[in-house]
């Protein structure tokens, strides 16, 4: 009866074991999930807080908006697609990314908003509204762009906040630094 007992808490042991690793492997996987969920959401929020922002802007108003970069992007860039990047010939742009480039040739896009991720070419691009940049700024680290560009590329400054003026200008916005 002794062996039968040793035998019985020995199933007991490993069942317990496949439960218990059972159970773990389904949490670290529920988690991932939500963990991409929740860039997933960081992200359209994001697209729509600009968008909105852009949109918001009425003739002659001008405001500054500070705006939380998702999780895993260092850089926002936006351009300006009244201008074409042949018109404007900065290699600056091409280097960072020649995907924003062909987007910007490409008429029959609508992205103007680049959102970069440290050390990717390929960024995540979205419609802002309609909107024009203004490069005139303080020429620091964090912006990158000159009146004739057609672009403007802005880092978050002090964390993850992105700050930037929109200009209400009629029928479209402009954003600057």
Known sequence: MRKAQIFGQVLIFVLALIVTAAIL??????????????????????????????EDASYGSSKRVNLVMPTGYSELCLIDKNLMPSDVGDPYLFEKSPLICEDWMDESSENNAFLLKSGSKSP?????????VDGNGDGGEDILANLDSGFLCIKP????ALSMIIEGRGRHA????
């Open 124 to 132: 995540t691009a979205f419609y802002a509204g309609n909107l024009s």
């Open 25 to 54: 492997i389904f949490g670290f996987k529920a988690i991932q999930n939500l963990q991409a969920q929740q860039q997933k959401i960081e992200l359209i929020a994001f697209q729509n807080n600009l968008k909105q922002a852009v």
């Open 157 to 160: 400054s002090g964390g993850s």
């Open 174 to 177: 402009l954003i600057r630094k």
